[in-house]
């Protein structure tokens, strides 16, 4: 399978599907199109307690890539966790891990990251491990039983905060 932004041809967000140019080399960098409001190109707004999800699901190994930011707290993002967080409301120093075979192993000083400036998470799942890292600072790793993931990817806020996503790519390992 050929990476994707969004996933191959179409993804949900706020139960709006979009279809998605793919004439872009290998990883696929595939923009959508009306996503909200009249733009046709990211960055894509991801409003207050709104949520964009993959149509598809994805089992490991996968490297997930996320170019997004926040203008203040909770940029939560979900596939082996239900959430993990940065800029968390209660601590924005700590990274939270809520779900999956990382739940609970939140990092302390490890959840922080700048306010309105793009970040670039990586996120590398294998049958065995994952590896969270923020602009090539690796934020959590855990060893787990990750074979049976297969879910789809999500981006999404909490509270009053605006997302903003500039791409999602995955490639499969």
């Given amino acids: 399978m050929k990476g994707a932004l969004f996933t191959g041809c179409a993804f949900l967000f706020l139960a709006v599907a979009t279809t998605l140019r793919a004439d872009s080399p290998d990883p696929v ?6 996503i909200k409001g009249n733009h046709g190109n990211p960055p ?5 307690n ?3 999800v ?3 699901s994805f089992r490991p190994p996968i490297e997930i890539t996320i ?3 926040t203008d203040s707290k ?9 959430d993990v967080i940065f800029n968390w409301e209660g601590d924005e120093k ?3 891990v809520d779900g999956g ?4 192993k939140h990092q302390m000083g490890k959840g922080e990251i700048p306010i309105d400036k793009y970040v670039t998470i990586k996120w590398v799942v294998t049958k065995t491990e994952e590896t969270i890292s923020v602009d090539g600072d690796v934020r959590f790793d855990n060893v787990g039983d990750y074979s049976k993931i297969n879910k789809p990817i999500s981006i999404f806020g909490y509270g009053p905060a605006i997302l903003k996503v500039m791409s999602l790519t995955t490639k499969q390992l």
């Fill in 101 to 104: 075979p990382g739940d609970g």
């Fill in 50 to 52: 709104d949520i964009m």
């Fill in 29 to 34: 960098e595939q923009i959508p199109d009306g």
């Fill in 94 to 96: 700590q990274l939270r």
């Fill in 44 to 48: 894509i707004r991801i409003d207050p």
């Fill in 74 to 82: 909770n940029l939560r993002i979900g596939y082996t966790a239900d």
């Fill in 67 to 69: 170019v997004a930011k």
């Fill in 54 to 56: 993959t149509k598809d």
